[in-house]
T-cell receptor
């Protein structure tokens, strides 16, 4: 068991709204990454946080933003939701000394109508 | 650039070996991974290999890496019905963009009795 948890499990939002997704990293892991997985696709890297600062970003617009807290939990915020934002959002935690081992949570299924 | 490709589907009989193939393009990849995703679930890290290795074996799993051809394979010995899932190949790249994983589109493995 990886120990990475995410909430909520499922979420339905309307186009134009804002959403916050939460992730609790595995104990001792100080790096968190967020990925978007559209139906039938592989996950796409959104961004990574280390020591509460963004440490790399994929090809996602600024309306995707994040936070990492001192207890290593994190949030993904998406503003002005679009229909194409419907996806499974996955967070993955890792230890900076073992950055090659990323452990994923179960994901949050977001549906935008 | 980074691009990871996999075949979409593989069907095997229970007890046979499964071989899932992947090609990648980024020669600066440091680690290459295999993840498993069951329906409605997150990603489970199965195994990974450092880019200067040729082979790694872990119980029923064997990973082969041909760095010259940028080809990665996962062999599952004595495939069981519980192995039915989607398998993702991923490469990691680090640097200014943090340490991110680039995934293929996944190979759906179906194990038949």
């Amino acid at each position: 068991e990886t120990g990475v948890t995410q909430s909520p499990t499922h979420l339905i939002k309307t186009r134009g709204q804002q959403v916050t997704l939460r992730c609790s990293s595995q104990s001792g892991h100080n790096t968190v990454s967020w990925y978007q997985q559209a139906l039938g696709q592989g996950p796409q890297f959104i961004f990574q946080y280390y020591r509460e600062e963004e440490n790399g970003r994929g090809n996602f617009p600024p309306r995707f933003s994040g936070l990492q807290f001192p207890n290593y939990s994190s949030e993904l915020n998406v503003n002005a939701l679009e229909l194409d934002d419907s996806a499974l959002y996955l967070c993955a935690s890792s230890l900076v000394g073992s950055i090659y081992e990323q452990y994923f949570g179960p994901g949050t299924r977001l549906t935008v109508t | 650039g980074e691009d990871v490709e996999q075949s979409l589907f593989l069907s095997v009989r229970e007890g046979d070996s499964s071989v899932i193939n992947c090609t990648y393009t980024d020669s600066s990849s440091t680690y290459l991974y295999w993840y498993k995703q069951e329906p409605g679930a997150g990603l489970q890290l199965l195994t990974y290999i450092f880019s200067n290795m040729d082979m790694k074996q872990d119980q029923r799993l064997t990973v082969l890496l041909n760095k010259k051809d940028k080809h990665l394979s996962l062999r599952i010995a004595d495939t069981q019905t519980g192995d039915s899932a989607i398998y993702f190949c991923a490469e990691s790249t680090s640097g200014g963009g943090g340490n991110k994983l680039t995934f293929g589109t996944g190979t759906q493995l179906k194990v038949e009795l």
